[in-house]
């Protein structure tokens, strides 16, 4: 590095370059009201707060699927795996007598890394449908695992009897949820700075790369193996955290944080928001579960009906989920108006 | 004591291969459609679900005999498949993988709910006929007549499928098309017609085996996810596009799902998932499928 000595030109890419990332990582309009909105359930739904802490969870977690597909192009249909570690971490530390959330929390996210470390010598070297069948695989795997070993896990009845530490030693969980949505909401802004940071990173850049064209990319020098498993275990991480933050707000862990069907759902939500976005996942999981409340509600046997139906509309007629389409529809309109007055 | 751990075997041999048979007749058309098109269909189950409604319904309330519900299923499924096929897979064969995948599971939720709506969330009653449930002693051993007609029905289903594919004109369009779709086109076959006459009798085929494997499966609406993995496990150990290849992973499923429940039952399902895993980690392509 410090052998070459730089030319104007260097010098003025490397400028470029620069300018262009911190144009890539500038804070939209749109972002503060996002998070505003959020604040803003707290006082606006009060006998909502639980579905709202829900929404945060399966939103975080939906991000961490995000970062694999939308960013690395890893499609994973077993990415309940590391939040349902990451739940059962938390539950078992507090079930055994260490009830302190954000030590909990923290041991959450550890152990799912190291998970999907292990995890992540398989997952880069397949790919298409074999990956898919991997992952459900080691999804499958751990899923009957938990359900044999009911001493530990419960098995299908869920661990429980788990009761977490005040927050802080102060704040006590209390019955509207009102603790857990603010620490809820507090981490998730936190995680999501970080996985904002690495989508604008040169390395999340590489992803981009990699997701495109993974035949091409090593041709221009990328690590392609080792940008995925760190991505991996970067999103098992986080898939973990999620897990475990769910745990510590209704201080249960149901066997089904670690089924199939969880896995799908959170595609499902990634995909209805729109992938490679970062806010889809967000809007996403908002939709999903507001959606899921109020079907719910109406008529439970027959909800999926319309979720199915929204899959199959938003594959078939949008680009990238209903954030793609918004912008499609953003871009649509500015093109009206712009053609109107450049011609 | 050496006896009767030969009795124990030939009981695991005779009753996995027939579940195997039974695999393989519901899942051989998902190894070609995914073969000939790169689709992943993940909603076959499906069309095995909608064969045993097909059956039960026939059944129930038309009061026709098990042996002829059959057919119809067969019939009634592949007319389904399709519209299904010619209206929305179609637009899909040049999309990504990943939303071939979303299409299909959305299609599942809907044909779940659809299934609960019209024939209750509730399993469907379901009882064999008496020459069905009887069961045929050879010594010290016995055999099951349900098992016997799995055997003998899959054995005529997979000796008329190599045939077909061995020995006839459309066989041969098929193995082509399979084998290479674009030089195929350039030869003048009309792949997307023998892809859709494929399609729906790889669907029918699937709807049979929903009908016939109701007194081992179950039916109720969940159907197609929970058996999902069943039809993943065929496709993904035998490798896309070969059928010897869903024979054979077929007949390994059965064999070690039976042997599994047989010996050592406490571990559940746990064993073919794991054998899944490890097959899929030494041959990503399957055991017979090509790279």
Partial sequence: MTADTPTAETVGANAAAVADFRARARWRWYEPLFWLGAIAWYFLFPTYLPLGTQILCAALFALSLDLILGYGGIVSL???????????????????????????????????????????FVIVRVQGVALLLVTLGINLVLYEAANKAYTI???????????????????????????????????????????????????????????????????LGAALRRHGALIFVLSAALAGLSGALLAESVQFVALDSLGVQRSVDVLTMLIVGGTGVLYGSFVGATVYMVVRDQLADLNPAYWYFWIGLILVVIVLFTRNGLVGAVSDLADWIGRKRGGGSAS | MLFSIFQGIVQVLFDGIAFGMLLFVMSVGLSITLGMMKFANLAHGVFAMLGGYVCTAL????????????????????????????????????????????????????AIAAAAYVWGPEPQAFALP????????????SFSTYGALLLVLGTIITVAIFYGLERTRFGAMIRAAVDDRRVALGVGINVNRVFTIT?????????????????????????????????????????????????????????????????VPQTGAFIIYAVMLLVMLWRPNGLFGRP
């Fill in chain 1, 153 to 219: 896990t419960g098995g299908a009845d869920g661990l429980q009897g788990i009761v977490f530490w005040k927050l802080f030693g102060v704040f006590d969980y209390d019955i509207y949820g009102r603790v857990a949505y603010v620490y809820t909401l507090g981490v998730t802004f936190l995680l999501f700075l970080v996985a904002r940071r690495i989508v604008h990173s040169p390395f999340g850049l590489a992803l981009k790369g990699m997701r495109e064209n993974w035949k091409r990319m090593p041709a």
């Fill in chain 2, 130 to 141: 008496d020459y069905l449930t009887m069961y045929r002693h050879v010594g010290s051993f």
């Fill in chain 1, 78 to 120: 077993g990415h309940t795996t590391f939040f349902g570690i990451g739940a059962y971490t938390a539950g078992l530390l507090a079930k055994h007598g260490w009830g302190e959330p954000l030590t909990c929390l923290l041991a959450g996210g550890v152990t799912a890394a190291i998970a999907g470390w292990v995890c992540s």
């Fill in chain 2, 199 to 263: 399609f729906a009798i790889g669907s029918g085929l699937a709807g049979l085996g929903g009908a016939l494997g109701i007194n081992a499966l179950g039916l109720d609406p969940s159907f197609p996810i929970e058996y999902l993995v069943f039809f993943l496990i065929v496709v993904s150990i035998g490798g896309g596009g070969t059928v010897k290849g869903a024979l054979a992973a077929a007949l390994l499923l059965g064999l070690s799902d039976t042997a599994g429940k047989y010996y």
């Fill in chain 2, 59 to 110: 059944m129930h309330r038309a009061g026709w005999p098990f042996l002829a519900t059959l057919p119809a299923a067969f019939i009634v499924v592949a007319v389904a498949s399709v519209f299904l096929e010619r209206f929305v897979y179609r637009r899909m064969y040049t999309a990504k993988e990943l939303d071939q995948v979303l299409l299909t599971v959305g299609i599942i939720y809907m």
